[in-house]
């Protein structure tokens, strides 16, 4: 009853004035009162759930609408150098994008000082609360969102501008603007997972990795923009999509909650020093088996149909761990980072636990690295919407095999192209780090690559801006050709590169797969046709040095849908010198500096078997003249000079004597 009784004085409220500060912001008078937080928590919205009975003891004011353009530059006027970026937020009444969660904090305590009142942003249950507005139904406007309140809600790749002016469809029961849609709100909690029981003034967790976010925003899916909806962000990130409103209200005297979830992949992580053993003496061929597993039963993880794009390190206490995408659709912002570990001595893969999720982000690109000095390295691509195209890069390193991760750190700050992580990073004998990353989402962007010289620190793009190269042989530019590009330094200091895509006509018109040689450490590169044959969708190459000094390449022969019938497979040779036709994975070995690829090997040991490879590859059937036929690849090379390979879904070992036998 007394919810009831709020909602009736709250709702005569509304028709008063409402009071506005002197930075003509319009303050809305919110109740005190009880609701039910959270959803059903199905799929992509696991973490909406369990729902929960939560108490607001103290009614509030909250300000009608996000703050705007001339609201902000009143307290930073410096940031209308941003306005009409990307196209967005250009007049004074527009919502402020491009905001940190620290800009909005420092905004509440400039109007506090100047006003002689607390102001602060929402707490996660206050924006839920106040956005019901006493309704449970999806939207405030019911189970859909009228036409009047959409800006092209839908999944775009490239972000169409449109004004972001506030209030200007109706409000909410409570008089509040704009909580379905123009832009995200950044609120006050730290992210996690929501406990059960009822609650009073929740304030989330003491800490975190990511900053909740509420709302939705234009160029989105109607589903994000939902009353229960939880996303978030890493607190340093800013974009068009997201900004911010305010509170007048003392923070809540309740305490944060303690984080105790710990993800399969960082529990029990041995740090005693492995001692390896050279495994390189005798053929070794293991056969494969699949390291993408659901997670354990009683483990939280979210798992999801479409389980892809690899990345795989050695850790220091002779673990390998693998790491993947998973989600429901490539373009979604479902998609997680999931993580495998094969513990030192063990014969299968754990299941598969959390690793990394932006909530609510597309996530796509993941690559891992050992620097073989005590360092794993992760870096990967978040988006600030669904697609895959405007990444920023972000980083983290762990010093205790994988157990603990640092807080992720936005080492390319821009949502823009050229950001889309690959696995294969490399350290170069000056210590330099290089992150190839595709240059844009489409088939044939080519590659970019972007260079630590010191330990990850500061990262540099050597493109300088000159428009994409056409690929030629003989030809030169400022990108790799081929997209998903493998990159080693040669032993003269200059860089290679192989990748899918921008195939290159041979002398006999043939196309073939493009190498790229740069000699000013990635600012250009030259084109070459390979004598190897072209890749295409749903396969990845590999390409590094392994530690006993040849080049290793793994590919495919050829696509099974797309490749001309004539021009599929290739020819191997047997045990006693005969040459045979086969199909699928193969190993190829330069010793001349990716002069030549002598050495060449289907990754088949002759035993049939009808596998599942996930993802795009699906079943196959392996035996002597048939191998894994799509699948993206990734790699590492263990100090006892084991290869360790994983595909989408299956995971081989073997080294290089067995390549060469």
Same mark, same amino acid.
């Given at each position: ?27 809305? *008078?919110?109740?005190? &009162? ?28 909250m ?24 196209g ?17 904090? *420092? ?20 924006w ?28 775009a ?12 469809? #109706? ?30 003034? #929740? ?10 976010t ?21 607190p ?80 220091d ?41 932006? #909530?609510?982000?597309?996530? $796509? ?28 890069m ?54 970019a ?32 050709? &081929? ?11 200059r ?24 000699s ?11 004598d ?14 392994l530690?006993? &000094? ?6 495919? $022969? ?19 010198g ?10 190829a ?8 690829w ?7 040991d ?52 067995w390549?060469?036998?």
């Open positions: 009853m007394k919810y009831k009784l709020c909602l009736g004085i709250i709702g005569l409220a509304v028709l008063l004035p409402i009071p506005a500060l002197s930075q003509d912001i319009k303050m809305v *008078d919110i109740p005190a &009162g009880t609701f039910y937080m959270g959803g059903m928590g199905e799929g992509e919205n696991y973490d909406e759930a369990p729902v929960h009975q939560v108490t607001i003891s103290n009614s509030f004011k300000s009608a609408t996000e703050i705007t353009n001339a609201q902000y530059e009143a307290f930073r006027p410096e940031h209308k150098a941003l306005r009409g970026k990307n967005f937020s250009k007049e004074d009444d527009e919502a402020v994008v491009f905001v940190s969660y620290q800009d909005a904090v *420092d905004f509440c305590q400039w109007l506090s000082r100047k006003e002689g009142k607390t102001y602060r942003l929402p707490t996660e249950a206050e839920e609360y106040a956005c019901h507005a006493g309704s449970y139904f999806p939207f405030s406007t019911g189970d859909g969102l009228p036409e009047a309140y959409r800006k092209n809600q839908q999944t790749r490239t972000l169409k501008p449109l004004s972001l002016q506030v209030g200007q469809t #109706p409000p909410n029961a409570w008089g509040l603007y704009d909580m379905h849609g123009n832009v995200e709100e950044w609120c006050l909690d730290w992210y996690g997972p929501y406990l059960p029981g009822k609650q009073t003034d #929740p304030v989330g967790y003491r800490e975190g990795l990511f900053r909740v509420r709302g939705g925003s234009h160029n989105t899916p109607d589903t994000y923009l939902r009353t229960t909806n939880r996303m978030a962000m890493i340093e990130d800013k974009h068009a999509q997201t900004g911010f409103r305010i509170v007048e209200a003392s923070m809540p005297a309740t305490e944060g909650w303690e984080s105790t979830e710990v993800p399969l992949n960082q529990q029990q992580v041995a740090q005693t020093v492995y001692k390896w053993k050279d495994q390189g003496e005798m053929p070794i061929f293991k056969a494969p088996q699949v390291y993408v597993i659901p997670p354990a039963c009683g483990q939280s993880s979210p798992f999801y149909s479409h389980n892809h794009q690899p990345a795989i390190t050695w850790c206490n002779g673990d390998l761990l693998a790491i993947w995408f998973s989600a429901n659709a490539e373009n979604g912002r479902g998609m997680v980072v999931l993580a495998s570990r094969l513990r030192a001595g063990a014969d299968e893969w754990e299941p598969s636990s959390l690793f990394f999720k932006v #909530p609510d982000r597309n996530m $796509t690109g993941s690559a891992l690295l050992n620097d073989g000095e005590g360092t794993l390295y992760h870096l990967n691509g978040v988006e600030a919407s669904g697609d895959w195209q405007n990444l920023i972000v980083m983290r390193t762990s010093c205790d095999n994988g157990r603990t991760w640092s807080r992720p750190r936005i080492i390319a700050p821009e949502h823009t192209k050229r950001h889309q992580v690959i696995a294969g990073t490399i350290r170069t004998k000056e210590g330099w780090l290089i992150q190839a990353c595709d240059a844009g989402p489409e088939s044939h962007d080519g590659t690559i972007h260079i630590s010289k010191d330990n990850g620190q500061t990262w540099n793009d050597p493109w300088d801006g000159a428009p994409l190269p056409v690929f030629r042989d003989g030809g030169t530019g400022s990108t790799i050709a &081929g997209i998903h590009a493998g990159i080693v330094q040669l032993e003269d200091g860089l290679m590169a192989l990748g899918r895509g921008n195939s290159i006509a041979d002398s006999t018109g043939r196309l073939r797969m493009p190498m790229s040689i740069s000013d450490n990635g600012k250009t590169w030259t084109y070459h046709a390979t190897l044959p072209p890749i295409d969708g749903g396969q990845r190459l590999i390409f590094r040095r530690n006993e &000094g040849p080049l290793l390449l793994v590919s495919f $022969t050829d696509h099974p849908l797309r490749t001309p019938e004539n021009e599929r497979g290739m020819f191997f040779p047997d045990r006693e005969r040459l045979y036709q086969g199909y699928g994975m193969y190993a070995l330069s010793y001349d500096e990716g002069k030549t002598t050495k060449r090997k289907l990754l088949t002759g035993t049939e078997r009808f596998l599942n490879g996930g993802a795009w590859t699906q079943f196959f059937l392996m035996d002597e003249t048939h191998a894994e036929r799509r699948g993206y690849l990734a790699a590492t090379q263990t100090p006892d000079n084991l290869i360790h390979l994983v595909s989408s879904r299956l995971y081989y070992c073997f080294n290089l004597k390549l060469e036998k």
